[in-house]
């Protein structure tokens, strides 16, 4: 068989393998560990332990137990509630106010978290019952919610920014620089669906809501009092930001900070001093850790099967050997991975393809920092569309009473957000780069 033909098998092999429920990293190992056996001989195997482990022995890894530790400190308590109430206080006169502040609590809890599940869940428990109370359509309330959940992987820190730099080999702190105007650009462009949508809502809604709407009307005082109990959370982001970015510490250095002090956080101020308390913190985050560390590992042991078999080069060179104008090229690839991301996490999917497009979007000449947050967002519709979407199932499972039909619905509207903000990107790429051309200098 030719590369290509045994790079389709493969391809072949590993979706259904994939789609049978076996935990990704068990099934991506059996899945390199039977291919080098058919094709180079069971000798080839000895080599897989020594890749894993050299894979894991990466210090940039040393991030990802520490973000998720300050996102598993900060979800444990109440603080996506307190966000959104603060938030809220302050929009309570703005159409579409209770919405907005729903959104933007999704983008500071993202900010702090880098989790969207834990975004979603946080804010979504809170925020959502509280806008349907108050005569907030069902889907809009839920589609906000879901898809502000998904900043999670966009905006700083960001797990998946970290693994696309781990795997194509360029600067983390780029990339965390890359994503920070996007994923404003994208809070804006929700926010203002929601205001819009709200101010051409019908009259009878508002009418028939004027009363409980006025009943809640916050006092200066009062605005103040919810932003003294955000602003540690806001110190937490600023932080992070002028430690990173002012050159400071290193990503692994800021991630031991943050995690310590999102912990002295919810042990001041949310009394999280028990036993128990903690120990689901640190339960949370040994849990998550291991199972992003052991598929990362499976993922290496993958590429090398694929690189020593040479269906990695030899895909590559088939792509650039096309001839494809770039941009459909472009499209090429992204409509893949919308497909891709319908069914696999973003973890797996940048393990998984990054190897092969790499040297593809080289050849091309295209910037791997701003494709960075291009495939971020498109990881991010993947998160809210069937059939995995896990930001629907996040949402359902802390607003039972709400159809899953509501609120895939209710989040299409932002997945055409989504898109027009990667075409808006990919035309003023200057989006994505300007900010870590001018904190870090051009790359």
Partial sequence: MSELQIGGLILLVTLVVLFSGLPIAWGLSLIAAGFLIVFDGPASLANIPL??????????????????????????????????????????????????????????????????????????????????????????????????????????????????????????????????IPGIMLVLMFAAYAWAVSLISSRSLRSAMAERIEARRYSLAEKFEGLGRVSPFIMIVIMIAYAMYGGIATPSEVAAISAALAMALVVVIYKARTRESQWRIFRETVRESTMILLIIAAAAAFSYMMSLLYVTQSAAQWLVDLNLNRWVLMLAINLFLIVAGMFLPPVAIILMVMPILTPVLEANNFDLIWFAVILTINMEIGLITPPVGLNLYVLKGVVPKVSIKDILIGSMPFVLLMLMSMVIISIFPQIALWLPNQMMGAS
């Fill in 51 to 180: 890749v894993m482990m050299d894979e894991l022995a990466s210090f940039a890894l040393l991030t990802i137990p520490l973000f998720i530790l300050l996102g598993a400190a900060i979800g444990s308590t109440h603080a996506g509630r307190d966000i959104y109430e603060s938030l809220h206080r302050w929009l309570d006169r703005v159409p579409g106010g209770l919405v907005i502040a729903n959104i933007l609590a999704c983008g500071l809890f993202s900010a702090i978290s880098g989790s969207s599940p834990a975004t979603a869940a946080a804010i979504g428990k809170a925020g959502v019952p509280e806008m349907i109370d108050r005569g907030v359509p069902v889907r809009l309330a839920t589609g906000s919610v879901c898809a502000g959940g998904t900043l999670g992987i966009l905006i700083p820190p960001s797990i998946t920014m970290i693994l696309y730099g781990i795997s194509t080999e360029t600067s983390i702190g780029r990339l965390f620089l890359a994503g920070v």
